[in-house]
């Protein structure tokens, strides 16, 4: 009777490992919590609308991004900063939710917006401003039309300190 008692915990202790293993490999390796924090600024010119940000700074955080997530708070978003102008575009390979995206220039002045749809399947359509940027911004797809935010609009970015 021990024996199988001492089984039975064994198997059970197996199966709770196997199942915590099988969500490590499934659940998204990055989380919020692992982006810095900040604030953004958009000045339209008419209008100025502050937004709690996430940054994504590391190459890992850019590719990351805002994937898996199934929703973002209203005036809130993500920052992808780069070290110098880059050229390139944008994917929603697992993004859930439709995104604007402002594409900005090391000054803050937008060069381009563009809307991005969700993407949960290769091949998933590639974002290109086709202009050099510095640095990238994400909110809820229809933010920048409710806000007035074009080409020439501002952006400053502040980290949490």
Do not use: H
């Amino acid at each position: 009777m021990r024996a199988f008692v001492i089984a039975v915990v064994l198997a059970a202790t197996l199966a709770v490992g196997a199942a915590a293993a099988v969500q490590r490999e499934t659940a998204p390796e990055t989380t919020a919590a692992t982006f810095p924090r900040g604030t953004a600024t958009i000045a339209t010119g008419k209008r100025t609308i502050p937004l709690r940000i996430e940054i994504a700074r590391t190459a890992e955080q850019r590719q990351q991004g805002l994937m898996n997530r199934r929703s973002l708070p209203a005036n809130a978003g993500m920052v992808f900063q780069y070290p110098s102008p880059t050229r390139g575009g944008f994917w929603m390979k697992n993004t859930l939710i439709p995104l604007d995206i402002a594409f900005y220039d090391g000054t803050g002045r937008v060069l381009r917006t563009m809307r991005m749809q969700p993407c949960t399947a290769d091949p998933c359509t590639i974002y290109d401003p086709g202009v050099a940027y510095r640095a990238a911004l994400e909110v809820n797809a229809g933010s920048f039309r409710r806000w007035g935010v074009k080409r020439g609009a501002r952006i400053v970015v502040k980290p949490a300190r």
